[in-house]
């Protein structure tokens, strides 16, 4: 047929005037665009005659009627038997006079079978086969076998399917965050769409279908429209061509086009996961299970019993309401979402800090059940949200779930302003909301570098709200970051200090690179700025993650010095401010008369109460009061923590002090709050027993707790920064050595740090100890046997030895 066949023309103009019909739009103008070319094909086909067993396929996304303006048709033409040497080609050369990109292939339906099992593509292409033409038999044969084929071949062929994903993803970047998205092979693209219905029709797993059409949709349509707009059959957005594609789809502007495709891309994205974690548990639960073996290492006869049916799946406590399964965190069956607001918080941040995603399930019922946090948040919450945000990159997986469901901008309202919003500027790599959430991840590693890492989380994850507002973002920044610090419960001092953070947190590059580093007066204009050396070393580590998280463009070695050199030498300037620290609160009357009773007795005296200062809320506070009195005695800080942590005992704070009531020898008065891991808190009488017990030798605390950590299952938990273990100047405290540790919160952590400092020979005359989300912040005052501060050689080696005993577990 040649280029002046009128059925050509016929079918180049009906095309043509289809393309340009106004009120023919998206999948309508698909699903007729390929009836058009259904029909015209069909035509080709008779009036090229040939064999009865002959039927021409449409696959791939021509079979699933998806054809956009310029998209390929993808035709197979299957036969049975001899076939004339040009029947093929009086189809195709039509085609390819119309100008149409043809993708063709002539096979038997063995032949084709047969390819399809070597290429996973052409498998693929095959599984949406949709007849045009000739024997309809002849197609529904080989879309049966192809079929089963891809059903028998599933666990081999998905981990397959995957592998090509992750390697479109590497190459072409995630959709959801590129400024000139390739729309198709792009991680949250179109194919990714391909691939979960690939899934769905081994019938081993389904993706969540919630919004997954509208997501499939709003690609598509940018897609048509970006066809149209180029005259190409391209797939990537590029920024010249944004504005066309948004005026062609009645969009606001290019920014309101990328948001939409940004959001799209993230129910694909999310999707995905969602999806590919239930192929690995389905995957998981066929492989074989090891055979067992006798006690002498022969097989059992499997003819002697019957199975029992598949096991319940084991279920592992992570936090209050929260326990692991199958590899994700869940709820617990006695969870009540309805009653319990900070549920979505603690389960994430459970799951985080056990490098585990969230159920899907489990946070559909969250955001289905859980109530509005109350304002301001309770104590739990804003906990639950630092250690949340420590568990740095595996923070992301779990904040996606949570923002896919819509529970982040619940929790946070003033997040839907900046969420999926595009930064025009070459140096961000990633829309406002997803860099923030990378400044909290790069935060998390550096919250070795000040004593307060949750201010740092807080600040990194909102230094950039002012985005979504007009005017200069830092300036917008501190006015909003006020009013969400107090609905988070935040007091006026941090408060303000997070204001701070947030109004300069380009400050510091900003100086270090616009002003001379060596003028005295610009170290000044710092000091100035921060008022204190806590806030020089907040800002200093917001101001490396955020630069980090920017982009490599923005930090360099070179910047990275320059703002050193700036902080070193404004700490230097700020030496002199450094504060006194807290003094002790006054004794109670109720701690004197505990202290009375251990220096009579010489037993522990313990009292176990609500917590003296109410929760923000009114309702129930975090955690309850330990008051404990213990004569003292060598060991002791380290045998108490250790009883609490054999009780699955969190220490939130703790304070230690020496008193000597009655003049009969020194007391030790202990002031703990602690919260259990999970379930309930102990009875005071047994805990008092225990304590006994592990002070008289009859309770080993060490072993007990060994004990139990090797019959832990092993999580693959998270990567955190090692411990800091530093002695304090000289002027932190006159009259003992200060001893200062950072590290990760742990269960018995406090053991190891007592243990340590109990081998090494010196006394504990105060402690203060300080658990922020996940991460302790500790003080200890240090005397030698006579009550003397430590020599500095002496307090360097308490220092490596307590630094060994964190790095051992």
Not at 2 to 21: C, F, K, N
Not at 199 to 220: Q, S
Not at 534 to 544: K, N, R
Not at 577 to 605: F, I, N, S, Y
Request: aromatic letters at 4%.
């Amino acid at each position: 047929m040649s280029s002046t066949d009128p059925a050509e023309h016929g079918y180049s103009a009906e095309r043509a005037r289809l393309l340009a019909d106004p009120d023919t739009t998206g999948p309508r103008r698909r699903a007729a665009l390929a009836r058009l070319t259904d029909d015209w094909l069909a035509a080709l086909h008779r009036a090229a005659g040939g064999p009865t067993r002959t039927a021409l396929v449409a696959v791939g996304g021509y079979g699933r009627a998806e054809l956009s303006p310029r998209s390929d048709l993808d035709v197979l033409l299957l036969h049975e038997g001899p076939l004339a040497a040009d029947l093929a080609e009086r189809i195709w050369y039509p085609v390819w006079d119309s100008g149409v990109a043809l993708d063709h292939a002539v096979r038997t339906p063995g032949e084709a079978r047969e390819v399809a099992a070597e290429d996973l593509k052409a498998q693929l292409g095959l599984l949406d086969a949709r007849h045009l033409a000739g024997d309809p038999q002849l197609t529904a044969d080989l879309r049966s076998a192809v079929l089963a084929d891809w059903r028998a071949a599933a666990p081999r062929r998905l981990p397959e399917l995957r592998e090509l994903g992750r390697s479109r993803a590497e190459r072409h970047g995630e959709l959801a965050f590129l400024l000139e998205p390739d729309l198709k092979e792009a991680r949250g693209g179109l194919r990714d769409l391909v691939a979960l219905d690939a899934v769905a029709a081994t019938w081993l797993a389904d993706a969540p279908r919630d919004g997954l059409d509208a997501a499939a949709r709003t690609l598509a349509d940018v897609r048509d429209a970006l066809h149209l707009a180029t005259g190409r059959a391209t797939e990537r957005l590029s920024l010249q061509d944004q504005d066309q594609v948004a005026e062609r789809l009645g969009v606001l502007d290019a920014d309101t086009l990328l948001r939409q495709v940004y959001r799209a891309a993230r129910t694909v994205a999310y999707a995905s996961d969602v999806t590919w974690r239930s192929v690995d548990r389905v995957l998981a639960a066929r492989r074989p299970a090891p055979r067992r073996t006798a006690r002498f290492g022969f097989p059992f006869n499997g003819a002697r019993r019957a199975p029992l049916g598949p096991a319940a799946p084991e279920r592992r406590p992570l936090a209050e309401g929260v326990v692991e399964q199958d590899g994700e965190a869940v709820l617990a069956q006695a969870a009540r979402p309805a009653t319990d607001p900070v549920l979505p918080l603690r389960a994430a941040a459970a799951a985080a800090q056990a490098g585990l995603a969230v159920g899907y399930a489990t946070v559909r019922r969250l955001a289905a059940e859980t109530g509005p946090l109350p304002v301001p948040w309770p104590d739990e919450a804003r906990e639950q949200l630092v250690t949340l945000l420590g568990a740095g990159e595996a923070c992301l997986p779990v904040w996606e779930a949570l923002e896919a469901e819509g529970l982040i901008s619940r929790m946070l309202p003033d997040w839907e302003r900046v969420r999926c919003r595009p930064q025009r500027n070459a140096v961000h790599r990633w829309t406002v909301d997803r860099h923030l959430i990378e400044t909290a991840v790069r935060a998390a590693a550096m919250t070795r570098r000040t004593a307060r890492p949750d201010l740092l989380l807080v600040a990194a994850l909102l230094h950039d709200l002012g985005k979504g507002w007009p005017g200069d973002h830092s300036e917008a920044g501190e006015v909003i970051v006020r009013d969400v610090a107090v609905r988070m419960g935040f007091d006026k001092h941090d408060t303000d200090t997070l204001a701070l953070l947030v109004r300069h947190h380009l400050t510091l590059v900003d100086t270090a690179t616009r002003r001379d580093p060596d003028d005295p007066a610009t170290a000044d204009l710092i000091a100035k700025t921060v008022g204190t050396q806590t806030h020089l070393e907040l800002l200093h580590a917001l101001t490396e993650a955020d630069a980090t998280a920017t982009g490599p463009a923005a930090w360099s070695s070179w910047r990275a010095s320059l703002v050193a050199g700036l902080v070193e030498r404004t700490a230097a300037r700020l030496a002199g401010d450094a504060r006194p620290p807290a003094a002790d609160p006054a004794v109670t009357a109720d701690q004197e008369r505990l202290a009375v009773e251990a220096a009579r007795t010489g037993a522990p005296a313990l009292a176990l109460s609500a917590h003296a200062e109410p929760a923000a809320d009114g309702g129930e506070p975090m955690g309850v009061e330990l008051t404990l009195a213990i004569p003292d005695r060598p060991g002791l800080l380290g045998t108490v923590a250790g009883v609490l942590a054999v009780h699955r005992l969190t220490v939130r704070k703790a304070g230690l002090r020496e008193l000597d009531p009655i003049g009969a020898g020194p007391v030790l008065l202990l002031s703990w709050t602690v919260a259990a891991e999970y379930g309930d808190l102990p009875e005071a009488a047994r805990l008092r027993a225990d304590l006994r017990r592990a002070l008289d030798g009859s309770l080993d605390v060490a072993r007990k707790l060994a004990e139990r950590d090797a019959a832990a299952p092993r999580r693959r938990g998270i990567s955190t920064p090692p411990p800091v273990v530093a002695v304090a100047p000289h002027a932190a405290s006159r009259s003992a050595t200060v001893l200062e540790v950072r590290a990760h919160d742990a269960p018995g952590l406090l053991h190891r740090i007592g243990r340590a400092l109990d081998g090494a020979g010196v006394r504990v005359r105060t402690a203060h100890v300080s658990t922020l989300g996940a991460e302790a912040v500790d003080a200890f005052y240090l005397t030698s046997a006579d009550g003397r501060p430590l020599e500095p050689e002496h307090a360097e080696r308490v220092a490596g030895a307590v630094r060994e005993a964190l790095e051992a577990r």
